[in-house]
């Protein structure tokens, strides 16, 4: 395996921003090349050990989404190859991890979809019977299926911050009516087709989130990561079981370690041991190759 990639340092393009696991550069004043590191962040804290070859299974899995999804709507893709763009000494930061992408106006708004009762709308389900003010049916449990998928939308937080759920409302506020409605209905096509393929796969798509933006032209498009294990709980059907939280494809071993650990969930978090990256490195993978293969 490659070594891990924790920060990129493209001297050849302005860099823009750095977020938790992704680099982004402009490349003029239309596009951007973005570089999927190997951070993890746990618990909104980015930890100090990477997990190697973490970006090249975030990029790999938004391009087979991408092209698997393009009939539903427009997407960031440009087709440039990164590789092209920067020098020779910074190929091996981007070759099998960046991407070149349409800069867009993106919108401030998490759009997420639940196929299954868990995380925090477990949580909000348990206090008061609905999650983001939709209203579920008594007596459901934890991870149980919904009787159909939910638009749940969420603010964006700044980096270090919890997104905070919204109501609708919120996304009208944000947006207008007309384009709340498009959103939510793009979302929850593209969540069910997903999940649809998913499932012949051996894989449950409990929930996950899209981000999206605006061209010149006002079109919505689809950007940023789409249907990974960061974005996405996946959980492997045979491990399913209703009344519990299944095992999934992502940092679970990361989180199940730290809980045992004694830290405020502040940073700076506690170096993680090998067995641990080893752990998260190969459910990563395994996520990708069993929906790819």
């Known amino acids: 395996m490659a070594a891990a990639l924790y920060q990129s340092s493209i001297k050849s393009l302005p860099l823009l921003a750095r977020g938790k ?65 920067v020098t020779a000494e910074e190929r091996d930061q981007v070759v099998g991890r960046a991407v070149v992408v349409k800069r867009l106006k993106p919108i401030m708004v998490e759009a997420v979809a639940r ?77 069910s087709e997903a999940a649809t393929f998913a499932a012949t796969k051996g894989i449950m798509i409990a929930d996950t989130k899209f981000e999206f933006g605006l061209d010149a032209n006002g079109t919505l498009h689809l950007m940023d990561e789409v249907l990974t294990p960061d974005s996405s709980r996946f959980w492997p059907a045979d491990g399913y079981k209703e009344g519990m939280s299944p095992p999934s494809f992502d940092k679970q071993f990361v989180r199940d370690w730290l809980e045992t650990q004694d830290w405020g969930k502040t940073p700076p978090a506690p170096r993680l041991p090998a067995d641990v990256i080893a752990k998260t490195a190969a459910k990563y993978r395994e996520a990708l190759d069993r929906l790819t293969a």
């Open 21 to 85: 696991v992704r680099d982004m550069y402009a490349v003029g004043d239309d596009k951007l090349l973005i570089v999927a590191s190997d951070r993890i962040s746990a618990f909104d804290v980015i930890l100090d050990d990477p997990i190697p070859g973490k970006g090249q299974v975030l990029k790999e899995l938004t391009d087979f989404w991408l092209e698997k999804l393009a009939h539903i709507l427009p997407n960031h893709s440009t087709g440039v190859k990164p590789e092209d763009l």
């Open 115 to 191: 196929g299954y009762l868990i995380g925090s709308g477990w949580k909000d389900y348990q206090q008061s019977g609905a999650v983001c003010e939709i209203s579920l049916p008594a007596g459901l449990k934890q991870a149980g299926k919904l009787p159909q998928p939910i638009f749940t939308p969420a603010a964006k937080a700044e980096v270090g911050l919890h997104d905070e759920n919204v109501d609708f409302d919120h996304v009208i506020k944000e947006v207008g009516r007309e384009m709340a409605e498009r959103i939510r209905e793009v979302t929850l096509r593209l969540y």
